[in-house]
């Protein structure tokens, strides 16, 4: 049995909460573990402020991956180093240097755009790989070192564009409300691409708020009624962590009908401090944690066990992260380099992930299916529930 299969059945039936698996393998395997040194991987994520729960989420998606593989990547023994991103590129470059003196075989993490445009020059001259596992732009083009298992923003507005193009009735209008930042132009573009980008239900000008990661209670009182002011069917709008429960709390003061947005504006803790306010909302996202396939049956309950709550996107990216990582560390034998993990993660194939199949593009980026999902309640919580395929991107 080859270790990777091995590994495989026993995530597997440790999930169902089997033991006695392990003495029907061979000895090969161990001793092959036993020859596979240690190794080091970075985890680069805010450690505090708005983006702090996304954070850590991905720290924990990505420990969930070696919980359940042994504290292993590859058959080699892992410890992680983590550094904070905090909010801004220079912190993010200082956390990058931090983890590159410390001779990390990889990288992975990064939630802000703006961190991992500023990080690019660094990544690439070190020569040293970077899994992102977090929505990035789409002004990243042919980088050699910086693979992505999250998404490029632009592919959520157009997900969004294509299904909403199709659902708005003739005589409709949309407002469009995003933070004033790298990311949302990437958003916006994206949907007007698909939705027609003069197609009168989407002509009125995009309002852009302050990028505010920890905004008041009226922080977007003004916009949201400039956008309101042609009163609009839909509103979609791009905002993640502590933004876009402000956001959604002071539109739906003004606003009660339908909300668009990337799947960012409901994942993980946003959804629950929105109880209520979140009940309708309509989101695109390449992931939904009741999809039924039996490697997010064997992530998602895993999760929910160990944290007691169902998995995000993102945990669920930097899961994969560790995923990929894992088989391209196993592809370069018993002393692996930066450069040859690299090389590696282009030759692993299709993933096997909770989210479905997906593979690497040649931007490396994943090619993945986009789902729609509703927020609903279920019992006294509110819940994501996947509505539909939307289409495959990438």
Same mark, same amino acid.
């Given at each position: ?157 157009? $997900?969004? =564009?294509?299904?909403?193009?199709? !659902? /708005? ?6 407002? &469009?409300?995003? %933070?004033?930042? @790298? ?58 962590? $502590?933004? =876009?429960?402000?956001?959604?709390? !002071? /539109? ?6 339908? &909300?668009?947005? %990337?799947?960012? @504006? ?129």
């Amino acid at each position: 049995m080859s270790q990777m299969n091995r590994r495989r059945a026993l995530q597997l039936l440790a999930a169902l909460g089997t033991t006695g698996f392990a003495a029907g393998c061979g000895s090969d395997t161990d001793q092959q573990s036993a020859d596979r040194g240690p190794i080091k991987i970075g985890l680069i994520a805010p450690q505090g402020g708005g983006s702090k729960s996304i954070g850590d989420d991905i720290t924990n998606g990505f420990q969930l991956y070696l919980d359940l593989h042994d504290q292993r990547l590859g058959g080699h023994p892992v410890t992680l180093l983590t550094a904070d991103e905090g909010e801004n590129a220079k912190t993010g470059k200082a956390a990058v240097d931090g983890l590159l003196k410390q001779g990390v075989l990889a990288l992975t993490g990064v939630v802000n755009s703006a961190v991992m445009v500023g990080i690019r020059d660094t990544i690439e001259q070190a020569r040293v790989p970077l899994i992102g596992s977090n929505a990035s732009p789409s002004s990243l083009q042919s980088v050699v070192y910086i693979w992505r298992t999250s998404y490029v923003l632009d592919e959520a507005g157009r $997900a969004l =564009g294509r299904y909403l193009r199709d !659902q /708005l009735p003739s005589n409709g209008r949309v407002a &469009i409300i995003v %933070p004033d930042n @790298l990311g949302s132009d990437d958003v916006v573009r994206g949907f007007r691409q698909e939705f027609g980008t003069t197609d009168p239900r989407i002509t009125s000008p995009v309002v852009k708020t302050k990028d505010l990661p920890n905004p008041g209670k009226r922080a977007y009182v003004s916009d949201i009624g400039t956008a309101l002011a042609n009163k609009p069917t839909a509103v979609f709008c791009f905002y993640s962590g $502590a933004a =876009g429960i402000e956001f959604v709390k !002071q /539109l739906r003061n003004e606003f009660s009908g339908p &909300i668009y947005a %990337p799947g960012f @504006l409901t994942e993980g803790t946003v959804l629950e401090s929105l109880k209520n306010d979140a009940l309708g909302i309509q989101t695109a996202l390449n992931y939904s944690a009741d999809l039924n396939n039996t490697a997010n049956r064997v992530f998602a309950s895993a999760y929910r066990k160990k944290h007691q709550v169902s998995p995000s996107t993102y945990a669920m990216a930097s899961y994969d992260a560790a995923q990929v990582l894992d088989q391209a560390v196993q592809l370069t034998g018993g002393s692996p380099t930066p450069q040859q993990v690299n090389l590696a993660l282009g030759k692993i194939g299709q993933i096997d992930s909770p989210r479905g199949i997906w593979q690497f593009n040649q931007p490396r980026t994943p090619q993945q299916k986009w789902y729609l999902r509703e927020v609903q309640r279920d019992g006294q919580v509110m819940s994501n529930v996947l509505i539909n395929e939307l289409a495959t991107l990438g």
